[in-house]
């Protein structure tokens, strides 16, 4: 299986991929380059993740013209 490019990927994308890892690296049962090759290629992952938020959230405050308010769900 090809994998994308990181940059290529959408926030779903990388995310659900991450998630992926993840499982893999918590069963712990590949060989040691293996895991590592996962790992990092999961922290790529996440960084990816937490650029594509930034940007997202860059957008909102450009659209709403003021600071973006932490949500407080009303119960």
């Known amino acids: 299986m090809s994998q994308k490019s990181i940059e290529e990927l959408s926030y779903e994308q990388a995310y659900a991929e991450l998630e992926e890892l993840l ?4 069963a712990d049962d590949a060989p040691l380059e293996e895991l590592l090759a996962k790992f990092e290629r999961g922290q790529a992952l996440a960084r990816h993740c937490l650029a594509l938020l930034d940007k997202a959230e860059l957008r909102v405050r450009q659209i709403s013209g003021e600071e973006v308010a932490d949500f407080e769900p009303q119960a």
């Open 23 to 26: 499982s893999v690296l918590e």
